[in-house]
């Protein structure tokens, strides 16, 4: 999100920290106080620019609501490519153009894409392996004659948009805010997975039950760790985003909906995939005993060692 979007933020950045930024013009700040507010990381600035976030992206959902809502059918989202892209994917278009304008106003896009600075461990991998094996196990299980082709081609390439947008912000530049506020890997990966998590409360705006939203916090906090894993593991930010590209879909496609407990269509290979949720939640927490290292060496204003 760029400055349009959080107009009057910049003011309050004027000399925090480094006392770099300064007023011109009519009130206005400079780009030297916006980057140096955001250099300076801090958990509650991570929170901040979720929140700011998650408002303008459900904004963008409830504007696209009511320009195609005769497109989108709320009974069966999966119904036709029309209702999943303008259902799923167009408020996420608009989240990946926000995302993007705020990493170029920070100067953080190539950070969040460059190798990471603090170094995988082998057992790290396991957790790629682990995530891997239930988006193989859907992809064979899932029912494709009760979707079209087309459908499935959306869904899949909504997937990406999942992916990007999603590791972008919670992987991505809450992870650099994190690093550059000098907490440790361990707070890094718990702080980023708590928030991706708690981003699904908004659910509830929806009509979800609490009960099926709560499961679903508990659900993604553990994928979330799961994908700090793999992060750390791989290096880069991209392998996070395409695991997660394919695993959001072929959920939904396995289950017949977002966020849903009930099966489309029931197999054995489905029934495999299944436990692995609560699996990424035992995996991930134990994982956390192991976590260690911090990126001492990082310039806050870039991200990078």
């Known amino acids: 999100m760029g400055l349009s979007e959080l107009s009057g933020f910049p003011l309050f950045s004027v000399r925090i920290g480094d006392h770099r930024g300064v007023a011109c013009g009519r009130g206005m700040m400079d780009?030297?106080?916006?980057?140096?507010?955001?250099?300076?990381?801090?958990w509650w600035k991570a929170v901040l620019l979720v929140v700011v976030y998650l408002a303008l992206y459900q904004l963008a959902g409830l504007g696209i609501g009511r320009l195609f809502g005769g497109m989108i059918d709320r009974e069966n989202t999966f119904s036709s490519p029309a209702s999943v892209f303008f259902s799923i994917g167009?408020?996420?278009?608009?989240?990946a153009v926000l995302l993007l304008a705020f990493a170029a106003s920070v100067n953080w896009t190539k950070s969040v894409f460059a190798r990471q600075p603090v170094r995988g461990r082998w057992w790290m991998w396991i957790f790629v392996v682990l995530a891997v094996v239930p988006i193989v196990l859907r992809f064979f299980g899932i029912d494709y004659a009760s979707y079209g082709a087309a459908v499935i081609v959306t869904s899949l390439l909504v997937g990406l948009l999942i992916g990007f947008v999603e590791e972008f912000l919670y992987r991505g530049i809450v992870v650099t805010i994190l690093r550059n506020g000098g907490h440790?890997?361990?707070?890094?990966?718990v702080l980023s997975s708590l928030f991706f998590a708690l981003s699904h409360t908004v659910n509830l705006i929806s009509g979800q039950e609490v009960v099926v939203v709560a499961l679903t916090v508990v659900m993604t906090f553990g994928?979330?760790?799961?994908?700090?894993?793999?992060?750390?593991?791989t290096g880069n930010i991209v392998w996070p985003m395409l695991i997660h590209a394919f695993t959001d879909p072929t959920t939904f496609l396995a289950t017949g909906g977002v966020d849903s407990t009930n099966g489309a269509a029931h197999s054995p290979v489905l029934d495999l995939a299944a436990p692995f949720n609560y699996i990424f939640v035992i995996a991930a927490l134990i994982a956390l005993i192991f976590i260690r290292g911090r990126a001492d060496d990082l310039q806050p204003t870039t991200g990078r060692p």
């Not at 440790?184 to 990966?189: D, L, N």
């Not at 994928?223 to 593991?233: D, S």
């Open 31 to 42: 780009q030297t106080g916006w980057t140096s507010f955001w250099a300076h990381g801090r």
């Open 90 to 95: 167009a408020p996420l278009v608009v989240g």
């Open 184 to 189: 440790r890997e361990w707070s890094v990966a």
């Open 223 to 233: 994928f979330g760790l799961m994908m700090y894993l793999v992060l750390r593991a």
